[in-house]
């Protein structure tokens, strides 16, 4: 595909942002005594680097029959700086999605078990919220049938500018089933790819990719060429640091791999989301660092053609 010279609309720079208290240690100058706290980590470094935040990870909670946010409601006193930052990110145009599911969830289960209750609950989280749009991050058994509901009733309910993606691993888009989820993402996309904006492909967490760290350019191409996939539609999930194993990409191959990609595809390359925002590399200290080094890859792809 020749590189288009237009404006792109996808070149997004994606952050997952599941710790919000990241733990810090405190040296009181004894041997002895180290203590570990925790401090408040705001997105709002984020603001003008990230085009959209995934706040994660929002699960159903069969037992206590409510939505939590990790381990606490998102009415939690907690959450209360979060939701100001987050409120003050989107009027300065970042787009605020949030992610259901993930490891060790039940979500999707519940969903199907109970599709009105868990369905009414999750509309009033998002209208009280003002997200902008949900990521579906199905580590579980599930049937299709509950996912496609739940993808055409979000549409139904908020309209074509709501956002909604879907965070496969990677080889669970070469075709064949998902052996986790149990899903064939190729014939949903198929089928149902007109109501997916994108998705958040996982190049981590999948022998595919973590055998060969500099293999990422090319199962991209093999996904956007056999799925078949507009290669808009798919962003490259990476890990951020070296703590969020197995699958970590050093920081200097994901720039190699991005910029091989934005050469093929040009403006009509999807983009690059990072999990997760605390402990992000080059600098762990100052987490910005990272979307800041893939936004400038982004931006100045046309320099190195």
Known sequence: MRPSDKPSPVHRVVVYYQTQYPEINIDWKLDFLM????????????????????????????????IYLNKD???????????????RMQGSGVKVIGMLGGASDSS???LKDNF?????????????????????AIKEKVDLDVVVKLIQNLRANFGVDFIITL???????????????????????SSYGDQIDWYNVQFYLDSTTTASQDTIATVYTDIVDKCPLDPGQMVISTTTALLYKPGFTKLDVVRT????????YGHCFGGIAGWEYANSMPDRTVYWTWAAQ????????????
């Open 35 to 66: 203590m570990k706290m925790t401090k408040y980590l705001s997105p709002i470094p984020l603001i003008g680097l990230a085009s959209h935040l995934i706040v994660s990870a929002f699960h159903l909670d069969g037992n206590d029959n409510i």
């Open 73 to 87: 409601p998102p009415h939690h006193a907690s959450y209360v700086r979060m939701w100001r930052d987050i409120a």
């Open 108 to 110: 999707f289960k519940n």
């Open 116 to 136: 009105g209750d868990w369905y009414k609950k999750l509309l009033e989280c998002i209208k009280e919220y003002r997200l902008d749009g949900f990521d579906l």
């Open 167 to 189: 965070a496969p691993v990677a080889s669970a888009l070469m075709g064949g089933e998902d052996s986790v989820s149990g899903l064939t993402y190729s014939d949903i996309e």
């Open 257 to 264: 791999n991005v910029g091989e990609l934005l050469q093929k």
């Open 294 to 305: 893939m936004k400038a890859v982004m931006d100045n792809w046309k320099a190195s053609r």
